[in-house]
């Protein structure tokens, strides 16, 4: 998608204004749970990937980062001197912000009245809504956010919604953003999209610290990777560095000889589940399939297509018009 040579050569001019992070010793327990384990990283300025399976201690160690979690021990550096992340609102002061894989945002709000959160402007003891549009205007143009301020949360779409989360950190000073799993909720438009805004913000001075286990996401953005197994680093270094196999081997632990082994298997068995002209107004039109002993049964669509509806009209939790659900025949 994009030309990482180009991307890099861009990092290196605003390098000199970019902030490096440096973590030392750091542990984090949740009762009996070792889920961070003596972690000791540096974070460069420019595009850095923290890449790693689910329950890696990806999203735990960008929360201690940004003051949502406080460890055990350890200790943090920002452009060599150590600093105390006491909360949230301390990790904004020194230049960090996060933009959560769960948006936080308020739908019944403006554009405007939620990324001027926290930093609400105010003219004789009420909110200036009118300053809120101007300051919202203005970081926009500034990155090319290209978004209406008055337009009402509820009735964007989520690569919008995504957006604002973005300006509601750099409205408040952020220097190096942290994005968990920005992509998993967005379209392969919307996803270029943010890669493109992301590069924008790179080249405009900022630091991104990019959470992801895609691979191919790290390896087309990023310039530095840092790869987390059960809470430990295991290895660090420059993403040109790295073979695909390595960076696969490394994040699960083992050699992957073959990535999709053929495995010999008759369909046919006996019917575990039929549904028949399933029907709900306006939510589900006359969905038909059968289940069948050993097999796996995959549901796909975009968002809003109805499969999680399916799902919970076959047992029972939402009503339908019509249709009729069989399991073993019955």
């Known amino acids: 998608m994009y030309d990482r040579d180009i991307n890099k050569k861009g990092s290196r001019q605003m390098r000199k204004n970019q902030m490096e992070i440096r973590i030392k010793d750091l542990d984090k327990y949740y009762g009996r749970k070792h889920a961070l384990k003596h972690l000791t990283l540096t974070i460069p300025s420019g595009m850095f990937g923290l890449l790693g399976r689910n329950g890696a201690g990806k999203t735990t160690l960008m929360k201690v980062l940004f003051g949502l979690e406080t460890p055990q021990t350890g200790k943090v550096y920002m452009d060599g001197k150590e600093v105390k992340i006491l909360n949230t609102l301390d990790a904004i002061e020194k230049g960090i912000g996060m933009v959560h894989q769960h948006f936080m945002l308020i739908p019944s709000l403006t554009v405007a009245e939620n990324v001027v959160l926290g930093v609400e402007p105010m003219k004789n003891g009420l909110f200036d809504f009118k300053k809120a549009v101007e300051m919202t205007e203005e970081v926009a143009k500034k990155y090319n956010f290209n978004i209406d301020p008055m337009a009402r949360v509820s009735d964007l779409s989520v690569g919008q919604m995504q957006k604002i989360e973005i300006m509601k950190v750099l409205i408040k000073g952020a220097k190096s953003i942290i994005m968990d799993e920005p992509t998993a909720v967005l379209t392969p438009q919307e996803t270029e999209e943010l890669f493109e805004q992301l590069i924008l913000l790179r080249n405009s001075g900022h630091s991104i610290i990019f959470i992801s286990h895609k691979l191919e996401e790290i390896n087309e953005l990023c310039e530095w990777v840092t790869i987390l197994r059960d809470g430990r680093i295991i290895d660090s270094g420059k993403i040109e560095t790295f073979t695909k196999e390595e960076i696969i ?33 306006g939510v589900l039109s006359d969905v038909f399939f059968t289940l069948r002993e050993g097999e796996i049964l995959g549901v796909a669509g975009l968002g809003g297509a109805g499969r999680t509806e399916i799902g919970r009209a076959i047992c029972g939790i939402d009503y339908i018009d019509s249709g009729d659900v069989y399991v073993e025949g019955k």
Do not use: M
Request: proline share 3%; net charge positive; hydrophobic share 25%.
């Open 249 to 281: 081997s490394k994040r699960i632990g083992r050699e992957i000889k073959n990535k999709f082994p053929k495995r010999d298997f008759e369909a046919g068995g006996k019917e575990v589940l039929r549904v028949e002209n399933l029907s709900r107004r």
